[in-house]
């Protein structure tokens, strides 16, 4: 990947009053070309928020979930004439500060997904507040993730992330779900198509203003999770073809 290549960051919100100014602030000057916020029917004042900041932002009329909110992060930053796409959250949980690292990753080796990893950090996810059953529940996964793909990830179910050009205009994401699961399938999709993924040490924490999915809600990702690994599985085998992996 060239070496100045344009950097956008992509911020894919929902009700982030609290935490949008402080997240945008500490992203580091002289790295990013262009910040897009998509914010997915909000029902605080997101987007006023937004509006005050140099920033561009989209707003769905309706809410179409965390998911179809980073489709339209996507096709817009293409649009935009993105090189490298950096997804934040816009809720304060991860680093911004970080933002250099995951470019560096990407245009100094030939990944074209990185991932910001919060095992990677010393004391891990739990010194940040991680909740013990969601941190079962990565370690779990995040293994077995590792032997169905053949990787050697220190984590897979992190928001926070970079992509290349190259991978978003191969992988067929708009086929994807448009709830949590998206993350998932990105990886996999990435996987199956040859694209190598690098990783970077992120801290993370756990408050009462970052957006964090309950048990329930950690259940059935998990549970939509391994459907994705049993497609992708099937799928390997030629015994069922998925969209999802097809070019």
């Known amino acids: 990947m060239r070496e100045h290549s344009k950097v956008v960051v992509v911020m894919p919100a929902y009700n982030a009053t609290r935490t949008l100014v402080s997240t945008y602030q500490g992203i580091p000057e002289g790295i990013v070309d262009e910040v897009i916020l998509v914010d997915d029917a909000s029902q605080d004042e997101t987007v006023e928020v937004a509006s005050q900041l140099n920033l561009k932002v989209i707003v769905h009329p309706h809410n179409v979930g965390y998911g ?15 090189d490298i796409v950096v997804m934040l959250h816009p809720d304060g949980q991860y680093d911004p500060q970080i933002i250099p690292d995951v470019v560096m990753a990407l245009q100094e080796s030939d990944a074209d997904m990185v991932l910001a990893s919060r095992f990677l950090k010393e004391g891990g996810p739990l010194q940040g507040g991680m909740p013990k059953y969601k941190y079962v529940a990565n370690r779990f996964l995040s293994a077995l993730e590792n032997v169905i793909l053949d990787q050697h990830l220190s ?12 991978l978003l205009e191969t992988v067929p ?5 448009n709830d949590f699961v998206f993350d998932t399938e990105m990886i996999v999709q990435a996987v199956h198509f040859g694209f190598k993924i690098a990783e970077v040490p992120v801290a993370t924490k756990y408050t009462t203003e970052t957006s964090s999915v309950d048990f329930k809600g950690s259940l059935v990702y998990g549970l939509k999770t391994l459907y994705v ?5 099937l799928h390997r085998l030629g015994i069922v073809k998925s969209r999802l992996f097809l070019a």
């Open 173 to 177: 994401f708009m086929r994807n779900s």
């Open 68 to 82: 179809g909110n980073q489709k339209t992060c996507y096709m817009e930053a293409l649009r935009d004439g993105a």
């Open 229 to 233: 690994l049993f497609r992708y599985i």
């Open 155 to 166: 984590e897979f179910h992190t928001g926070y992330r970079a992509y290349s050009r190259r």
